[in-house]
């Protein structure tokens, strides 16, 4: 997975509210070794502000971001992407007339993603990728890809570059937008990619 940006500012300010919450997590962990009269062995370094808040925020990034309670009330407005999205694509290739099975799979924790998407032809990888919220129920994920041909595919099949849009709106089970490619290729098309299975981990 690569890091991706988001248009809000919830990175900055729940990772400030997990360094704060640090503090009294770790002052009650050292309260209550000492009640249970525990003695850590001289090569195991008692908690600290700084291992806590680091245990916090891997929990946090890697699992909580996706429980739905922090969706509904606000805190969290990163949409859950993980998981395999069935759909088709259209291309000007073909004057965008004939409907390409696609499977879109992506792998998302809070700070990172991976979008792959497969068809008979190729396979595509993201290489950067952006969440920007166009409106307040719709969000876009911009990103860039690299398209490798699958051994079935034609000759005129190259490796090559692209970018593309998707937009989801909230609670939907739906993903919409389009796709441009770079040298070689030249050509756009429009996709549409329904949920068929969430991943959790």
Same mark, same amino acid.
């Given at each position: 997975?690569?890091?991706?940006?988001?248009?809000?500012?919830?990175?900055?300010?729940?990772?400030?509210?997990?360094?704060?919450?640090?503090?009294?997590?770790?002052?009650?962990?050292?309260?209550?070794?000492?009640?249970?009269?525990?003695?850590?062995?001289?090569?195991?370094?008692?908690?600290?502000? $700084?291992?806590?808040?680091?245990?916090?925020?891997?929990?946090?990034?890697?699992?909580?971001?996706?429980?739905?309670?922090?969706?509904?009330?606000?805190?969290?407005?990163?949409?859950?992407? *993980?998981?395999?999205?069935?759909?088709?694509?259209?291309?000007?290739?073909?004057?965008?007339?004939?409907?390409?099975?696609?499977?879109?799979?992506?792998?998302?924790?809070?700070?990172?993603? *991976?979008?792959?998407?497969?068809?008979?032809?190729?396979?595509? *990888?993201?290489?950067?990728?952006?969440?920007?919220? /166009?409106?307040?129920?719709? $969000?876009?994920?911009?990103?860039?890809?690299?398209?490798?041909?699958?051994?079935?595919?034609?000759?005129?099949?190259?490796?090559?570059? &692209?970018?593309?849009?998707?937009?989801?709106?909230?609670?939907?089970?739906?993903?919409? &937008? /389009?796709?441009?490619t770079g040298r070689d290729?030249?050509?756009? &098309?429009?996709?549409?990619?329904?949920?068929?299975?969430?991943?959790?981990?």
């Amino acid at each position: 997975m690569h890091p991706y940006s988001i248009s809000s500012s919830e990175r900055e300010h729940v990772t400030c509210v997990l360094a704060i919450t640090a503090i009294p997590v770790t002052w009650a962990l050292s309260m209550f070794l000492v009640y249970m009269r525990v003695t850590l062995p001289w090569w195991f370094e008692a908690a600290s502000v $700084t291992g806590v808040f680091e245990l916090l925020y891997y929990l946090f990034n890697k699992y909580i971001w996706k429980c739905r309670v922090l969706h509904k009330v606000g805190i969290i407005s990163t949409p859950n992407l *993980s998981g395999v999205w069935a759909g088709y694509l259209k291309s000007s290739v073909d004057e965008c007339d004939k409907e390409q099975e696609a499977t879109l799979s992506v792998s998302q924790c809070w700070t990172a993603i *991976s979008i792959s998407l497969q068809t008979k032809q190729s396979k595509s *990888s993201s290489l950067v990728a952006a969440m920007v919220t /166009e409106t307040e129920s719709c $969000t876009s994920i911009y990103y860039e890809y690299r398209n490798e041909p699958l051994p079935a595919a034609g000759a005129t099949m190259h490796t090559h570059r &692209g970018s593309a849009r998707l937009s989801m709106k909230a609670d939907s089970r739906e993903m919409q &937008g /389009e796709y441009y490619t770079g040298r070689d290729r030249e050509s756009r &098309g429009s996709m549409q990619f329904f949920r068929e299975q969430s991943h959790h981990q």
